[in-house]
């Protein structure tokens, strides 16, 4: 498929739209903006400039998705058809990388498919999840509720990333300025100590400082080796954090590791029901919705904890019991689940639990938070001590030894 950027008008508005859309050729782009009502003005093939290829900066936003999803139920619920629900959000949105997206989609669903198999062709945008649910609203003809209930969904998961987010950006910005001021010390201040050393004859540096020196000429003259090391290094961890060793080993880091454990824990317990309660009350069927939700956590160890307990409802046990002593499992989890399997109520015993332990993870946030600021505190007068100790030394042991004053 090739990327196009075309300009054309509205034949129902007169309004000039300007876009991209994907085609095999240039006749295929007539063909599907004439079915959108779209008269061809200039087409042309996108510039693949080096900003184009990178997906950040074409991916469609969380808070772009979660529009799309409200409107678009705000306009089924009204009794709009699906076509022209679709055509009124791609009018409206500010996104170019979700324009992109709808009117592909809308030409799918025109040339037959369904809403959620047209969906399915772009998953770096909608989630098994996503598909799923609206597969479900459109099998039970309950489609606007569908995508109220991903619109909840998508905000809540959101909320939660970002408050994470949020947590980590104070202890990096100060590693950050830690790690630049010893580099500063290290290449400025230590060699004016060095120079004032070698000026006194008999004066030894302190094991330290020459330490501290040794490392000083490496990063001044091999700064270019320490730059690919460093690069070399983030690269092949980020690749190996792909597989599946490395991605076990990441996945096992974040649910054993203090003070971490606690809130990773919470997190995947509040994703699992959350995920669980709305596929739950779209009518996806249970194993689908484990399925599914296995995918959802994004931690392999608790997947595969989900993937066992399907497999033992299989077997014909109850979700609940399923789950029980699971080490990746918090107790009351199955615990709810038992409740809501034996009352009929598994959604509101889901939602319920998702509720609560979203609070437990904006709780666990505030308390590794508080937790993080003092060591970090502590860490940064560590090395402020070093520092200062490699610089003052020498200069205490000179006037100790007299060398100042004789030199003088």
Known sequence: MINFEYTARNSRTGE??????????EK????MLTKLEL??????????GFLAGIK?????????????????????NAGLPLVQALRSVNDQTTSKPLKIVLTRIITSIESGKSFAAALADFPDVFNQVFINLISAGEASGTLDQALERLAIQQEKDAEISSKIRGAMTYPIIVLLVMIAIVVFMLIKVLPQVQLLYISFPGANLPIETRLLLDLSKIITKFWWLVVVVIGAAGFFINVWRKTPSGRNFFDTLKIRMPPLKSLFQKLYMARFSRTSSTLVAAGVPLLQVLDITAKSVV?????????????????GKSLGEALTNDPYFLPLVPSMLKIGEQS??????LNRTALYYENEVDQAIKNISSIIEPVMMVLLGIMALIIVAAVLLPIYGLAGSGAINSGG
């Open 16 to 25: 000039l739209v300007k876009s991209n859309i994907e085609a095999q050729n």
């Open 28 to 31: 295929a782009v007539v063909s």
């Open 39 to 48: 008269s061809p003005l200039s087409i042309k093939k996108s510039s693949n």
């Open 56 to 76: 950040m900066f074409n991916r469609v936003r969380t808070k772009d998705r979660v529009l799309f999803s409200r409107q678009l139920s705000t306009l089924i």
């Open 299 to 315: 931690n392999t160890l608790v997947a595969k904890s989900i993937l066992k307990a399907a497999e033992k409802v299989k077997g």
């Open 344 to 349: 009929g109520s598994m959604e509101t015993m």
